[in-house]
Structures are given as C-alpha cells and as structure tokens.
C-alpha cells in the first residue's frame, strides 16, 4: 500500500485505461463501432440471463463491463522496453510471462504487463500486450543496421513522463496532482503519428523485410495497435461484425465454445489501411495498415495440467484441419475443435477434482452459521460449508496471438525464424525477470483458502 497522500498505483492504471481508450475511439472510429456492437451484445446477454446479470452485479463486474480489458504495442529497442517496464510499474503493472512469437513467423518476443493481485484486478485489470522487435532475426545485415540507427534516433517518452518516472521512483508514489499529469503525459508514447519519420523508400525497405518492422521502425512511437472491451457473447459478435461494416478475421482464437469457459477466447476485425506521411513527401500520400479493434471473453485458469491439456487438445485439432484456420476452412476448424475438446470435462466441480484449474474457495452461510467447523476444504466444500468458482484468466496464448498477429499484419508472405525462444535475452532488455503467471494464481488460490480456515476454524 502506498502511503497516503500519493495516488494508487489502481486508480493511476484505470484512468490511463479511460483515457487511453477515449483516444483510440477518436483515432479509429471503427473502434467506436465496435464498442456500440459489444455494448448492445452483453446488454442482450444480461436480459436474456438474469442469473447472470445478478452474478456479475453482486461481483461488482456490471460497472465495469464494457471497458477495456488489454491493448497490445511492439517497441524497438532493449532501451525502450525497460523504460516502459519503468512507466507501466507507476500503474502497478508488472511484466507476466514470456511468449515467442518467432514459430508463427513473426520476429518478436512478448510479454504482458498487469497487475498482479486479485484486489488490484478487480479495480482494473488493463493489461498492454507488449512486444520486442528482434532485429537480430532479420538475416539482410544493411537493412538490420540501418533500421537500428532509425531507432537509436527516437526518443518515445516525453520529458515529463520520465521526470515523472524518476519522481516515482525517488519517493515511492505520485500525488493527485502528479498523477493526473502522468496519465496525460505517458498517453503521448502511444499516439498515432501520421507523419513517418522515414522515406518512402526506406519505408518500402523495411515493409518488404516483415510488415511488422515497418510499423515498429517508421513512426515516431508505439503507437498502440488495438485495444479489446469484453463480450459476454463472443460467437454473436464474431457472427454480427458484417451488418456494421466491420469485417472479422476468420476464425475465433482459444477454446470452443462451452458452458464452463477456460482460458481465453478472441477475435478481432482486420486492421485498416491509413493515410501516412512519408519525410519525402509532402501531402499523405503512403499508406500503413496496423491498427485494429479486438474483443475478448474470458474463463478459467487453467492449472500446469490443464494446459497441458488444453495445448495437447488445440494441437490435435489443428493438425486435424489441413492448413492454417482461414475463410475457406472457418466452419469446419470450430467443428474440429468442438470434437477434440469434448475430451476437456466441461464442469467445474470435474475440473477441480482432476486438478485442471485453479479456485477461489468461499465460506457458504451455512459454513459461516455452523463454525467453528472440524476438517478441512474438501469436507467443507462436500458438506456444502465452501463454495468454489474459477479463478479467471488474465494473461494470454502464444498461438491465439500468432493468430491476432497474422490476421493483422496479413496472411500473405509467411517469414520463417525457425523456433527461436529466448527469455534469457528478453529479461536482459527488459532488466529485470518476468513473473511466472502460475505463480500468481497459486498464490491467489492459497489466499482464497487461507482466508477461508481463517474464517471457518
Ligand atoms: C499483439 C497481438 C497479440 C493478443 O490479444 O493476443 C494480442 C500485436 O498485434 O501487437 O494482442
Ligand atoms: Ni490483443
């Protein structure tokens, strides 16, 4: 906890989600688009199931519902990485888990920056999808270099943002006033800029090695690439994208559809082409295609085992489907899946006993009448005294993010890097280690039953 007199690191993080989100709406009105549609979605899904509704109002989730779960941004430089590890830890966002992009033909390394507590969650779970360009991967050594010293050029945080930064650091927090100004500030890093800071010819050169190194490489900052509200009803959104003018990218990434929901579920709508500016030019007469609008739905998380299980289940139905998910296979790859998974018991009380996912444990009123109680959780919770619900799942899938990634930086010309993982190296850009996201949902289960035996005992 901070001491009082600075403003929390929660709040810090949900007011840079609104306001992030306020600017994006302006720079891509079909982002705007897609919020009407998720709006209206979960409105209908809340009529239609008033044991829902009541759920999510007694979970304080209804306030909160259309706004923004993630957004994703690609950084070029080791340098720009760790001062943004430095800016997200001013929002009480910490880097989560690591993920290699390179077998999906993509040269970057990835990590989620979030909170980590489920009380800070539960203020505001925003969590920016952040990715490292690997220039090291890019086999023409002159484009290599000369995209470095693009890079070495820019400078992507305001001077107020890092004062403010360092201020942080110094003393241990930001008053109201400092705070307020840090949201503004640190917003700046993740504007769009229309005006390139390269020829169009570089331009040409760098969009020729991947699409990917030409956003990261010609523009002035990170702008962010998309931002995703939550859908109660993911298939209705995928199936209604067309009757507003936005067009979906083929396939829904992560698990089938299912009355218990697991891990992660998203689609998205391909990214648009933008008028930009090139130094040579003096109208916009270039064009860029990146930016984006995303939805997600959200389940359990899933234990060491069940995601095992759930990686086991995704390859087989992936190798089941001759090629990758596309338009011409869309139909019959959710059929596939739906009959590999059907080997993924779809209950709560089933995932919990096989030791799929993990929990959280409350004290039932009975529990609370009858105490102090004798035994322990699994008598507890059989005698009716603790009830249990899934703990969600806040982080992300290498292979729904490949999906994301192809979907928006076209699926044309495939680039291979081999399997190239290195968390190593991407600890030392970002100076510090990743969190293991396991960890993190132990420890949330542990607390839940902790407080429980507390409660009961
Ligand atoms: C990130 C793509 C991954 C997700 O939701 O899995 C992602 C990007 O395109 O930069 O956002
Ligand atoms: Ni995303």
Same mark, same amino acid.
């Not at 600017?23 to 199931?49: C, I, R």
């Not at 035994?375 to 005698?383: H, K, P, S, T, V």
């Given at each position: 906890?901070?001491? *009082?007199?600075?403003?929390?690191?929660?709040?810090?993080?949900?007011?840079?989600?609104?306001?992030? *989100?306020?600017?994006?709406?302006?720079?891509?009105?079909?982002?705007?688009?897609?919020?009407?549609?998720?709006?209206?979605?979960?409105?209908?899904?809340?009529?239609?199931?008033?044991?829902?509704?009541?759920?999510?109002?007694?979970?304080?989730?209804?306030?909160?519902?259309?706004?923004?779960?993630? %957004?994703?941004i690609r950084v070029g430089t080791?340098?720009e990485l760790?001062?943004l590890?430095?800016?997200?830890?001013?929002?009480?966002?910490?880097?989560?888990?690591?993920?290699?992009?390179?077998?999906?033909?993509?040269?970057?390394?990835?990590?989620?920056?979030?909170?980590?507590?489920?009380?800070?969650?539960?203020?505001?779970?925003?969590?920016?999808?952040t990715s490292l360009l690997?220039?090291?991967?890019?086999?023409?050594?002159?484009?290599?270099?000369?995209?470095?010293?693009?890079?070495?050029?820019?400078?992507i945080?305001?001077?107020?943002?890092?004062?403010?930064?360092? !201020?942080?650091?110094?003393? %241990?927090?930001?008053?109201?006033? !400092?705070?307020?100004?840090?949201?503004?500030?640190?917003?700046?890093?993740?504007? $769009?800029?229309?005006?390139?800071?390269?020829?169009?010819?570089?331009?040409?050169?760098?969009?020729?090695?991947?699409?990917?190194?030409?956003?990261v490489?010609?523009?002035?900052?990170p702008?962010?690439?998309?931002?995703?509200?939550?859908?109660?009803?993911?298939?209705?959104?995928?199936? %209604?994208?067309?009757?507003?003018?936005?067009?979906?990218?083929?396939?829904?990434?992560?698990?089938?559809?299912?009355?218990?929901?697991?891990?992660?579920?998203?689609?998205?709508?391909?990214?648009?082409?933008?008028?930009?500016?090139?130094?040579?030019?003096?109208?916009?007469?270039?064009?860029?295609?990146?930016?984006?609008?995303?939805?997600?739905?959200?389940?359990?998380?899933?234990?060491?085992?069940?995601?095992?299980?759930?990686?086991?289940?995704?390859?087989?139905?992936?190798?089941?489907?001759?090629?990758?998910?596309?338009?011409?296979?869309?139909?019959?790859?959710?059929?596939?899946?739906?009959?590999?998974?059907?080997?993924?018991?779809?209950?709560?009380?089933?995932?919990?006993?096989?030791?799929?996912? $993990?929990?959280?444990?409350?004290?039932?009123?009975?529990?609370?009448?009858?105490?102090?109680?004798?035994?322990?959780?699994?008598? $507890?919770?059989?005698?009716?005294?603790?009830?249990?619900?899934?703990?969600?799942?806040?982080?992300?899938?290498?292979?729904?993010?490949?999906?994301?990634?192809?979907?928006?930086? %076209?699926?044309?010309? !495939?680039?291979?890097?081999?399997?190239?993982?290195?968390?190593?190296?991407?600890?030392?850009?970002?100076?510090?280690?990743?969190?293991?996201?396991?960890?993190?949902?132990?420890?949330?289960?542990?607390? *839940?039953?902790?407080?429980?035996?507390?409660?009961?005992?």
């Amino acid at each position: 906890m901070p001491a *009082s007199g600075f403003a929390h690191p929660d709040d810090i993080r949900a007011r840079f989600s609104r306001a992030m *989100s306020e600017m994006y709406k302006q720079e891509v009105p079909l982002y705007g688009t897609l919020l009407e549609l998720v709006a209206q979605t979960n409105e209908q899904v809340l009529a239609a199931d008033p044991a829902l509704h009541e759920r999510l109002r007694h979970n304080g989730e209804l306030e909160r519902l259309d706004a923004e779960r993630h %957004g994703a941004i690609r950084v070029g430089t080791a340098q720009e990485l760790a001062t943004l590890a430095r800016l997200f830890a001013v929002m009480g966002m910490q880097p989560v888990g690591y993920y290699d992009l390179t077998p999906a033909g993509v040269p970057v390394h990835s990590t989620a920056f979030r909170a980590v507590h489920e009380q800070s969650l539960a203020v505001s779970p925003f969590r920016v999808f952040t990715s490292l360009l690997r220039l090291e991967l890019v086999d023409n050594a002159e484009l290599r270099e000369q995209a470095a010293a693009i890079l070495a050029r820019r400078q992507i945080f305001t001077p107020r943002a890092l004062a403010l930064i360092e !201020q942080h650091e110094r003393v %241990g927090g930001l008053d109201e006033a !400092q705070a307020e100004e840090f949201v503004e500030q640190a917003l700046e890093t993740f504007r $769009w800029h229309q005006r390139a800071t390269v020829t169009a010819q570089q331009y040409q050169q760098l969009h020729d090695q991947h699409r990917l190194i030409a956003d990261v490489v010609a523009f002035k900052g990170p702008h962010i690439n998309h931002l995703t509200p939550r859908t109660l009803d993911i298939d209705q959104i995928q199936a %209604g994208m067309p009757a507003r003018g936005i067009t979906p990218k083929a396939v829904i990434e992560g698990p089938p559809p299912r009355k218990e929901p697991i891990l992660l579920r998203q689609t998205s709508f391909k990214a648009l082409q933008e008028r930009v500016a090139f130094t040579d030019q003096a109208g916009t007469e270039g064009s860029h295609t990146a930016r984006f609008g995303e939805i997600e739905q959200r389940g359990a998380a899933l234990t060491p085992k069940g995601r095992a299980l759930y990686d086991e289940l995704l390859a087989t139905s992936r190798d089941a489907l001759a090629g990758v998910p596309s338009e011409g296979n869309a139909e019959q790859y959710m059929r596939l899946l739906g009959e590999h998974f059907s080997a993924f018991p779809d209950d709560a009380r089933q995932m919990r006993e096989q030791g799929l996912a $993990w929990f959280r444990y409350v004290p039932t009123a009975s529990g609370l009448r009858l105490r102090p109680l004798q035994g322990g959780l699994d008598e $507890w919770i059989a005698a009716g005294h603790v009830a249990f619900e899934p703990i969600v799942y806040e982080d992300f899938l290498p292979v729904s993010a490949a999906g994301i990634f192809q979907s928006n930086l %076209g699926d044309g010309a !495939q680039n291979d890097y081999g399997q190239n993982a290195n968390q190593a190296q991407f600890q030392h850009a970002l100076g510090r280690e990743v969190i293991d996201e396991m960890a993190l949902y132990d420890a949330t289960e542990r607390r *839940s039953i902790e407080a429980c035996l507390a409660q009961l005992r």
